[in-house]
């Protein structure tokens, strides 16, 4: 079956450290690869997601590269700011049908000033 | 746009007791609502998804007379769950999904239950 397996947290860094947080997926086919953000009090917010091998996904600084040969999806910043503080999900879906997401277990990210 | 808003928050109830929780799309029509539930520390499990005005479709090893989801319209996705014991106990999440700009999953911000 499908699974996604992300590095174990809680992660805590300094400001304007560099961060990576691994993400790999087990999956038939062909997925669509998610990085959700879970600020604390607030519902998940899609940060960024790519469709396709190859693809990288960007949004606030934050990346990720859809790396098929090594099925991953590894989340980096180049300097994390202490707004940054929250839990990170990785997920995927497959493009056909219902399009339901599978969720890594979440890590949690500390920034601190 | 695409807020999900739930309610209650946070809810206890007693042992053997229903409890509803609501999900709602505010500002778009949701033609597909997601329900998951979170354990402590824990990933997020899809517990059944729902189409409005059709049955719920529930994953394997959710018990879907214990869960009953009703997604009556395109706003609205309740789950209740019936004779709660404290197992039960857990974060519930919703998503909700539309169409067009809205095709994907916006989700609420989930609602703590706490079975004594």
């Known amino acids: 079956g499908n699974s996604v397996t992300q590095m174990e947290g809680p992660v805590t860094l300094s400001e304007e450290a560099f961060l990576t947080i691994n993400c790999t997926y087990t999956?038939?086919?062909?997925?669509?690869l998610f990085w959700y953000v879970q600020y604390p009090g607030e519902g998940l917010q899609l940060l960024l997601k790519a469709t396709k091998a190859d693809d990288k996904g960007s949004n606030k600084g934050f990346e990720a590269t859809y790396r098929k040969e090594t099925t991953s999806f590894h989340l980096e910043k180049g300097s994390v700011q202490v707004s940054d503080s929250a839990v990170y999900f990785c997920?995927?879906?497959?493009?056909?049908?219902?399009?339901?997401?599978?969720f890594g277990q979440g890590t949690r990210l500390t920034i601190n000033p | 746009g695409a807020v999900v808003s739930q309610h209650p928050s946070w809810v206890i109830c007693k042992s053997g007791t229903s409890v509803k929780i609501e999900c709602r799309s505010l500002d778009f029509q949701a033609t597909t609502m997601f329900w998951y539930r979170q354990f402590p520390k824990q990933s997020l499990m899809l517990m059944a998804t729902s189409n409005e005005g059709s049955k719920a479709t529930y994953e394997q090893g959710v018990e879907k007379d214990k869960f009953l989801i009703n997604h009556a319209s395109l706003t609205l996705s309740t789950l209740t769950v019936t004779s709660a014991h404290p197992e039960d106990s857990s974060f519930y999440i919703c998503s909700a999904r539309g169409a067009g700009p809205y095709y994907e999953q916006y989700f609420g911000p989930g609602t703590r239950l706490t079975v004594t």
């Open positions: 997920a995927l879906s497959k493009i056909q049908g219902a399009q339901k997401l599978v």
């Open positions: 999956a038939t086919g062909y997925p669509s």
